[in-house]
């Protein structure tokens, strides 16, 4: 394995001291509440821009756009998000990420609220024979906030997948990170989503402005997570005059990235797998109100499965991987991921594919914890951001590009087929591809292969 290593760098939990090897701590715990409070108002509107949407348009084109531009900015953006990431603080910058988030989300909620007596109501929205006459400006407006949010989504995960491994010892990252992602899903999907219904069955801008209070309140509570000196101090400081270009610095990092065995296999396999992800899940919206019928209680409840499959995935992912190896618990996200994805697009009762959600969730939660747990263990602290940002260029830069094929296969299967089969239609073939990603990806991910990469940046350091 070849791997360009700059002088000095170790990977970041060994060069923090001070850290409990037994206790997560008090600032993990605002990082936590900050979390799970944003992802309250994310799980808000999980419900409530899908469904303004679709009170929009029922162009499942224009539906799809949504969602690309929501994911764009992973493929714009994340590269010089990592520069930035590893050039200032980053506790500052999740701090003015949710601020930024909180100021549109409250545009958004201001626009919608003048506009609401002019939308379908939302339990008519569900009738595929509502006619729906586009709103240009909504729609566009929609199209801008939603990029405008993705880019400060962008900069706000990657600065704190960088900034756990400063509040956390090495020895509790797992732990650390799976008991993040099951309190984050409790709030996005099994609380916010039925809440943003209730909100929306009152008044369509309603959602918007909770979610907008929510991004605030989580920015107060990081800043009141207390500053840690950074052991390799960051460019601007005087130790690190001699700061370089950001194209050079970007290239460290994907330097880095591309010579690693692991990693570098492991990102090109997360873009696909997000690829796929997307391709059904662009034209939800419209699978669920057109072929399952569902109200937007219902598809509320529909989603609450993925929380109670991702709340099992993060308590027990650890456990699974020790038990049957690292490897082998990727392949099952894989597996169990195409098998579920096809079964859905079989289905016609929204209860089902409640629980199919649920075990897709899990082994999605498996492969999150064990990946990002790696990651900020063997990745040095001085390149942290940039790898995860090029990582995050390939893993998650796909997702618009799978959302802009889910609406052309919605689309182009429309043209001999009918409208119910061309919204069952993304899940099918999402669901067989999964097999032949499986297939490639099998031989590349092992547990011996992933523990290596462990010793090696444990000797490194």
Known sequence: ???????????????????????????????????????LGDGIGIVAYPWLASAITRNPLLISLVIVVQRLPWLLFSLPAG???????????????????????????????????????????????????????????????????????????NSAQTF?????????????????????????????????????????????????ATFGVSAVLILLIPRRRRTIQ???????????PWRTELADGFRWLWGHDVLRPMAIILGLLNLLGMMSASTIVLFSQEVLNTTPTEFAIMG???????????????????????????????????????????MNWWPAVWLMFGIFMLVAVLWNVITVSLRQTIIPDNLL?????????????????????????????????????????????????????FAFAAPKLTSKKIEAARAEATQMS
């Open 83 to 157: 520069v930035i990431t590893d050039r200032y603080d980053r506790r500052t910058l999740m701090v003015i990420s949710n601020t930024a988030r909180a100021a549109l989300t409250l545009l958004v909620a201001f626009v919608v609220l003048g506009k609401q007596g002019g939308l379908p109501g939302p339990d008519t929205i569900s009738d595929a024979s509502t006619v729906i006459t586009t709103d240009t400006f909504l729609y566009v407006l929609v199209l801008v906030a939603t990029l405008l949010l993705g880019v400060a989504e962008v900069l706000y995960d």
């Open 234 to 244: 960051p460019p601007g400081t005087e130790e690190a005059v001699d700061r370089k």
């Open 164 to 212: 756990m491994p400063t509040i956390v010892h090495p020895d509790n990252l797992e732990k650390a990170n799976g008991r993040l992602w099951s309190t984050e899903m409790v709030a996005n999907t099994l609380i916010g989503p039925p809440l943003g219904a209730l909100l929306i069955a009152a008044a369509f801008a309603l959602p918007f402005f909770v979610d907008a």
């Open 304 to 346: 609450t499965g993925g929380a109670i499959g991702g709340i099992v995935g993060g308590w027990t992912a650890s456990g699974i991987s020790k038990r049957i190896g690292a490897g082998p618990s990727l392949w099952l996200t894989l597996i169990v991921g195409g098998a579920t994805t096809f079964a859905i697009g079989l």
């Open 385 to 437: 951001g940039r790898v995860n940002s090029v990582y995050r260029f390939f893993a998650w830069g796909m997702m618009p590009v799978g959302a802009a094929l889910g609406g052309l296969i919605v689309v182009a299967t429309e043209s001999f087929a009918s409208r119910e089969m061309a919204l069952r239609m993304p899940w099918f073939v999402a669901g067989l591809l999964h097999i032949a990603l």
């Open 1 to 39: 394995m070849t791997v360009t290593i700059s002088e000095s760098a170790g990977p970041t939990p060994t060069n923090q001291p001070g850290l409990d090897p037994k206790h997560l701590g008090g600032n993990y715990l605002k990082l936590l509440s900050a979390s799970t409070i944003s992802n």
